[in-house]
């Protein structure tokens, strides 16, 4: 079992920035990847990056791509989501996840952080 838990979100304007952070427990050393995903109101969940949790590989969904930088600390297990040049667009719940058998398919999940980006 992999427990996570993320904070972070608020209220930033456009044009701002976040980090949100997702903090990892349990079984740690099971995981294969985490990832970043978000769910806007009316919307259906959508991929935003994950990590290779123990080479540090990224990969970013092209609506984020360099605005958004994914990164781990492993020391600490914890994965990080900084986020700048924040748009309306980019409100949503935010919820991390991992993946513990490498297949992609994240296994275990956050209950999510509010990110409301106002024009």
């Known amino acids: 079992q992999v427990q996570l838990a993320e904070s972070g979100g608020g209220l930033v304007q456009a044009g701002g920035s976040l980090r949100l952070s997702c903090a990892a427990s349990g079984r740690t050393f099971s995981m294969y990847y985490m990832g970043w995903f978000r769910q806007a109101p009316g919307k259906e969940r959508e991929f935003v990056a994950r990590?290779?949790?123990?080479?540090?590989?990224?990969y970013y969904a092209d609506s984020v791509k360099g605005r958004f930088t994914i990164s781990r600390d492993n020391a600490k297990n914890t994965v990080y989501l900084q986020m700048n040049s924040l748009k309306p667009e980019d409100t949503a719940v935010y919820r991390c996840a991992a993946d513990v058998t490498g297949d992609y398919i994240m296994d275990y999940w956050g209950k999510g952080t509010l990110v409301t980006v106002s024009s």
């Open positions: 990590v290779t949790w123990k080479g540090g590989n990224t």
